[in-house]
């Protein structure tokens, strides 16, 4: 018999190698109630709990350019940290997880920022990229969701438009739309495909993160909105 914790391990191995291989294949990964339930359900109460007072309105653009802008994203964050179980288990997973993509595909990861985000009901963030080619150093992001009973009739989807660099006439964008059902993990490359989020009709949960190479820029940087 398998002990627990080498069964955990070897989940985590088949995850991230289903991770890798769709970003090695497509430049993403989607993958339906994938985290290990015993961090969903951690993080699911967590987030649950956390006093609405530490969830700001989260802003575009970096440094002096950074604003909030009712007309392209409406959610509060709350940026994580080791400070609570939660966080911790959280980053020491997306660790592992940077740690076997470098591994195998020599990313150079380098860091990890990550928060929650909460949409309340109606609250969307319009077509963005989190990423511009050789400007930031966001290189991946990670996005995993943390709603029970998701149906259809909630919207909140995650659109990703993964076809943007085909000019040929009469070829529409190829969109994908990611159901936020729990569990759910989506990795992609940052400077490739613009996303949106579609307005939600119940509160939806979700974390947000993105691996960057090193440029010695330490504080926060939120995305950035197409242009
Ligand atoms: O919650 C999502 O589905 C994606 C969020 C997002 O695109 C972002 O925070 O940059
Ligand atoms: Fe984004």
């Known amino acids: 018999m398998i002990a627990p914790s080498a069964a955990h391990a070897d989940d985590c191995n088949a995850l991230f190698t289903s991770i ?16 290990p339930a015993d961090l969903s359900q951690l993080l699911a109460t967590h987030i649950a709990t956390m006093p609405t007072s530490h969830f700001k309105r ?11 802008n009712d007309v392209v994203r409406t959610d509060t964050i709350s940026w994580i940290n080791r400070d609570d179980a939660a966080g911790k288990a959280w980053l020491d997973w997306t660790q ?10 020599f990313l150079g990861l380098f860091s990890f920022e990550s928060h929650f985000a909460h949409y309340a009901k109606g609250d969307f963030y319009k077509k963005h990229k989190d990423a511009f080619v050789g400007e930031g150093n966001r290189i991946l992001s ?3 969701y943390l709603n029970q009973y998701w149906s259809k009739d909630d919207g909140g ?19 994908i739309s990611v159901t936020p059902g729990f569990g759910t993990v989506v990795v992609f490359l ?29 504080s926060n940087i939120e995305p950035l909105i197409e242009r």
Request: glycine letters at 10%; proline letters at 2%; hydrophobic letters at 45%.
């Open 157 to 175: 989807e995650l659109v990703l438009y993964v076809n943007q660099q085909s000019t040929s006439a009469g070829k529409d964008d190829h969109v």
């Open 96 to 105: 592992s997880l940077q740690l076997f993509l470098n591994r195998t595909l």
């Open 142 to 144: 990670v996005v995993v």
């Open 58 to 68: 989260a802003g575009i653009g970096r440094g002096a350019e950074h604003s909030i």
């Open 20 to 35: 890798a291989d769709g970003i090695a294949t497509n430049g993403f990964s989607i993958i339906p109630a994938a985290l």
């Open 190 to 218: 940052s400077e490739q495909f613009p996303h949106e989020v579609l307005a939600a009709r119940r509160d939806r949960f979700s974390i947000a993160g993105w691996f960057r190479l090193s440029d010695g820029v330490s």
